[in-house]
């Protein structure tokens, strides 16, 4: 029985594994995802409707393939968010020993950013805690990353409510000017405020992908202007270095 149930569950992964490597949007049927994993067709067909009874496979009402179940993202999401919070502390340190100075984790919620993590390294003068307090993400490093694969559209429908009020001498005065920073930082990979969000304050930020490549935090860095600015942007690279880091930890592959 034991060695049994081993093989049924050997097959079972075997079959999403499958599904999700090799098997095409539209599903794939018994006998191509049965010679996918080696197995007979019968055993296959019958792993696949004890899959599709928990959720985990479904079956196309139009091609009837199967492919991936809703419930198999809803799982891995919610492990993305454990991994992504055990897995973000060692690589905000590393950060804060190279840059000398806090490094945060934040997540976007509705029109505003939430720092839900920050690690300061040991030096003397150090910013305020932002753990815990929501900004605008129109002016500040983190929004913009978090915003960073929005089109003008998008843009305009989220923040179509919002007063963009001036919060420094650089605060974006509209989504026209937002979108074009938005556009900035996706060239770059990162991106880079200076006095948006406060007189005298710089920011730099980066995206943290999930494994499906969609944005799922971002991890940012902001400092005095007089001590930053000069290190700004290599602050802004070495920040996209640890989110490209951290997205591997939730299963992000760059060749996607």
Known sequence: MIE????????GLAIL?????????????????ANLVGEDK????RSLKTLAGSGLVERDPETRGYRLGWRLFSLAARAGDQRLLEAAPSV?????DELGETVHLSV????????????SPPRALQAASWVGQAVPAFASSAGRALLIDEDRDELARLFEAIDFRRLAPNTPADV?????RVRSASRLGYALVDEELEPGLV????????????VAAALNVSAPRFRF????????????GGALRLSAELGYRTAR
Do not use: C, K, Y
């Not at 049994?4 to 097959?11: E, G, V």
């Not at 019968?42 to 067909?45: D, E, F, H, K, N």
């Not at 905000?92 to 804060?96: F, K, N, P």
């Not at 000069?230 to 802004?236: T, V």
């Open 4 to 11: 049994n149930t081993a093989t049924t569950l050997r097959r």
């Open 229 to 240: 600015v000069e290190r700004l942007d290599a602050a802004g690279r070495a920040i996209a």
């Open 92 to 96: 905000l340190s590393e950060l804060g």
């Open 42 to 45: 019968s055993q296959v067909s």
């Open 17 to 33: 594994l499958a599904l999700g490597d090799a098997v095409p949007a539209g599903g794939a049927g018994v006998v191509e995802i």
């Open 176 to 180: 026209d000017e937002l979108f074009e």
């Open 203 to 214: 920011g730099a930020a980066a995206p943290v992908r999930d494994f499906r490549g969609r």
């Open 108 to 119: 976007l919620q509705g029109t505003d950013v939430l720092t839900v993590l920050s690690i």
